[in-house]
């Protein structure tokens, strides 16, 4: 009896023993893991690279004699109130914004009379009031039409578009280089006028001459600017001589300066290999351009290169401490009540809600030690601030604050993994502490670190809450690094990716357009943290070589 | 080409905006650039602004490339304490200032800050585009947003079916987006439509006034208030009355003059000027441009209604430009 009862126990015990219920359990929490991280990724990649692809454009006439053009952006089916079954409806990107009003327009198949393709519906992005939906109608030449079909008028468009671009990229290196330079000389002698001023007193021999340099460049300054200004006024006429005449589905006539379009192009007529070459030339432009009407149109440039600049200053910023703060904690501090309680305390740290470092920079960084820094060195520029605001450095160092326990952590478990034996063999041969740091241990713990700088990294590329507070900002067209001295300009306010998809989700004016932006940021920022990442773990393995194989 | 079609590809050229919906007002100067202009325009407040500010900046970027800008919009209250700490050269309101805040600044710098009306917008009460309501009081908008129903309206409004609505909305419930409570939207909201009383637990409170349209957008039983603005396909502006018996005026570019429309409201931009003395030549001419024909058309453009040339003109003067 005894015998057959303990059968089955013995069975069972069999079973957990081999560990199948533990294989299965824990390759199905991987693989729902997995499929999850899948799913978010292809809705992210999916949805992120269709927007700007370029999809047909449709032209339906209405019952009511109205006619509407656009793209299809998406589709819906309601319930009829008539009682005929559900109804499907089409929002259509309308654009034209200065003509009616509305981006967009909901249209019910029922109120559909015909519905076609036009080959000659064109799309034309400007560099302001969003996008032109409209044949060509003519080409204007000095008021004049040059050509007064479809297919001339665009031929004569393709004529002269680059030239026209050529004129543009010119007079924009003109405005921004040459003016610039002009201005910024006139800027600085005002400012030491005014410092003369704050520091010697008014009529005092050092503003004298202050004024007097300052009225020399600035007169010098007005001379070199109405040159500037005759060139560029030359090159805006010779681009507003060329117009391309377009009607809207709706009978209106309108004329567009080449120079305000930034690309046109005729979706119903494009075969693959020329909607490939759009949808390259719209990803160029997203990649390297900066944002136009709010946001909501352009590129995401400085956003991209901020959030890059930013993760570099703050590791640079969090690494050395990092590392410093867990040498002294593993290698030189006495074990004791004291470091345990540093040790809780630093792990607490990571649990700290990061819209709390947010507050603490902004009243420590922005307001103490930047309103000091203005107050010290730029009292000049006063009441504009110069660091006594959020920015870049100011940025950087919160985030390096956020992610420090992870530094910290992942050096120290390192150090730890470090055998003591090679410790007690370097003080043998002679070494001393540090010579045994320097030579022994941290060689073995690097690639550790560098794990922990890559979480850091990650991590503090994602944030965005504590941003928002001290540096991200919605527009920032003006890079934080440039060809002007000191070339690094660590007080400027910035745009961050992971703001940026905020902005374009919750705050946009075209919040229909913007929507899909926003799965495109997020796939760049993915992207953007992926690639840094890689950078980081190809360095790490390059290290691991050279320095653990040098050590024996 | 004929000669008349010609001579409308003309008129379409001079005047852009003549075909939108508001025409600008003709007296309104055209900004022209000036020499020695640099520096950085900083920008702290309203949501609400946040893109005419953009669009401002971009406008202004164009004629002086060298010009940083930085705009940071969370919400009208945000503007005054950066207006006093000095981080901002720029705040942006859509209510005006409180006494308290006014004070705040007084305390620093002895004056009360400048404030110059740049443009109007009507806040409008959205609801789904499916919504067949037709009009709202302010009685009836006070008992769906607010628990204490200062306007004394009977009931407690909860369901679309209490407006005598048809079919399924007989007994869809009301869903309420709002913004949150640093948005100058919610105070000006709260002031003139709710009587000051206390907005509803279940009122879902949203980041940016965009974010509200797409709460409304996306929900068939939802209404919100958010700047006209932020307007989609998607969603209604509901026209509205004052009180019971009264016509409904809607948000239509026509009323935005007329002064029917109850919610209509300056949308102020706050600036840090002494009396008497001059502004700084950066803050000066981005002042100048916003009151400027190209200004104006940007306001336009972000879906707001343009001041008037007079109205322009009292500002600069304010300010001590002209």
């Not at chain 1, 340099?213 to 805006?236: C, D, K, M, S, Y």
């Not at chain 1, 995401?300 to 890059?308: I, K, M, Q, Y």
């Not at chain 1, 070494?431 to 550790?448: C, D, E, N, S």
Request: net charge positive; glycine share 10%; charged share 20%.
């Amino acid at each position: 009896m005894s015998g057959g009862r303990a059968a089955p126990r013995r069975e069972r015990t069999a079973l957990f023993a081999q560990g199948e219920p533990m294989i299965w359990l824990t390759g199905g929490g991987l693989a729902l893991a997995l499929a999850m991280i899948a799913g978010l990724l292809a809705l992210v990649v999916v949805q992120g690279s269709v927007t700007l692809w370029p999809g047909p454009v449709t032209r339906v006439e209405l019952n009511d004699g109205r006619a509407v053009m656009g793209e299809v952006a998406r589709s819906e089916s309601v319930g009829a109130t008539g009682g005929d079954g559900p109804v499907r409806r089409r929002l259509f990107r309308t654009g034209n914004f200065e003509l009616t009003g509305e981006h967009f327009q909901w249209v019910a198949d029922s109120d559909i009379r015909a519905e076609s393709r036009p080959e000659w519906a064109l799309v034309v992005e400007r560099t302001a009031w969003g996008r032109f939906y409209g044949a060509p109608q003519a080409f204007l030449l000095d008021g004049r039409a040059a050509a007064s079909d479809p297919a001339s008028a665009w031929a004569m468009y393709e004529q002269h578009r680059l030239a026209v671009q050529r004129r543009l990229r010119e007079r924009q290196r003109l405005e921004s280089r040459d003016i610039g330079r002009v201005n910024r000389r006139i800027e600085s002698a005002r400012l030491a006028v005014k410092s003369a001023e704050l520091r010697h007193g008014m009529g005092s021999v050092p503003h004298r001459e202050a004024v007097a340099r300052f009225e020399a460049v600035e007169r010098q300054g007005l001379a070199e600017h109405a040159r500037l200004r005759g060139r560029i006024e030359a090159l805006n006429r010779e681009n507003a001589r060329f117009q391309l005449a377009l009607a809207t589905a709706d009978g209106w006539e309108q004329a567009i300066p080449l120079a305000d379009i930034v690309r046109a192009c005729a979706p119903n007529r494009l075969g693959l290999a020329a909607k490939w070459a759009v949808y390259g030339s719209r990803w160029l432009e997203f990649l390297s351009g900066a944002p136009r009407e709010a946001n909501s149109e352009g590129g995401v440039f400085p956003a991209l290169f901020g959030t890059a600049l930013m993760t570099v200053v703050m590791s640079v910023a969090v690494v050395p401490f990092g590392v410093m703060a867990a040498l002294y904690l593993r290698e030189y501090a006495k074990a004791g009540p004291l470091v345990s309680l540093v040790r809780i305390a630093i792990n607490n740290l990571a649990g700290v809600p990061s819209i709390v470092f947010g507050v603490f920079g902004l009243g420590f960084f922005c307001y103490i030690v930047g309103g000091w820094l203005d107050r010290s060195f730029f009292a000049a520029n006063l009441p504009n601030p110069t660091f006594g605001k959020g920015g870049l450095l100011w940025s950087a160092l919160t985030l390096a604050l956020l992610t420090l326990p992870v530094v910290i952590v992942a050096t120290e478990e390192s150090l730890a993994a470090v055998p003591n034996s090679m410790r007690e063999g370097s003080y043998a041969c002679g070494a001393g502490k540090w010579q045994t740091i320097r030579r022994i241990v941290l060689p073995r713990a690097l690639p550790g670190i560098l794990t922990g700088t890559i979480l850091a990294m990650a991590r503090g590329a994602g944030e965005v809450a504590p941003l928002m507070l001290v540096g991200a900002v919605k527009l920032a067209p003006e890079l934080p690094v440039d060809a002007v001295a000191p070339f690094l300009h660590p007080e400027r306010s910035f745009m961050h990716l992971g703001f940026h998809i905020f902005d374009l989700g919750f705050q946009s004016p075209n919040s229909e357009a913007a929507r899909p932006m926003v799965f495109t940021v997020t796939l760049l920022l993915i992207a953007l943290i992926f690639l840094l990442n890689l950078v980081a773990v190809l360095l790490r393995a390059r290290l691991k070589k050279k320095f653990v194989t040098g050590a024996f | 080409m004929p000669r008349w079609k010609l001579a409308r590809f003309v008129l379409a050229l001079a005047a852009p905006a003549a075909f939108a919906q508001v025409p600008l007002d003709a007296g309104l100067p055209v900004y022209q650039p000036v020499e020695g202009i640099s520096g950085t325009i900083k920008s702290v407040g309203s949501d609400t602004l946040n893109n005419l500010m953009t669009l401002w900046a971009e406008g202004f970027r164009r004629m002086y490339p060298n010009v940083q800008v930085e705009i940071e919009g969370k919400g009208s209250s945000t503007a005054p304490p950066a207006l006093i700490e000095g981080t901002a050269t720029f705040g942006p309101m859509s209510r005006p200032m409180k006494e308290a805040e006014v004070d705040g600044f007084k305390q620093k710098y002895g004056y009360a800050p400048l404030a110059l009306k740049t443009s109007i917008d009507m806040l409008a009460v959205y609801v789904n585009k499916d919504n067949p309501v037709e009009g709202l009081t302010f009685a009836q908008v006070d008992a769906i947003f607010s628990r204490d129903r200062k306007l004394g309206h009977p009931e407690d409004l909860v369901n679309w079916g209490q407006f005598g609505l048809p079919g399924e909305w007989a007994t869809r419930p009301i869903s309420l987006y709002g913004r949150n409570a640093a948005s100058g939207t919610y105070g000006f909201f709260k002031e003139h439509v709710l009587g000051k009383g206390d907005y509803k637990d279940s009122v879902k409170e949203q980041p940016g006034s965009s974010a509200v349209v797409q709460g409304v957008a996306s929900d068939r039983g939802g209404i919100g208030y958010s700047g006209i603005g932020y307007k989609t396909a998607d969603v209604r502006a509901v026209p509205l009355a004052m009180a019971e018996g009264e016509d409904f005026v809607p948000a239509t570019p026509d009323q935005a003059y007329t002064g029917d429309y109850p919610l209509a409201r300056f949308l102020l931009v706050y600036v840090n000027r002494r009396p008497g003395a001059e502004l700084d030549p950066l803050q000066r001419e981005f002042i100048r441009y916003v009151f400027s024909r190209q200004g104006q058309e940007d306001v336009l453009k972000d879906g707001y209604f343009p001041v008037t040339a007079a109205m322009a003109r009292e500002a600069l003067q304010a300010a001590g430009i002209e």
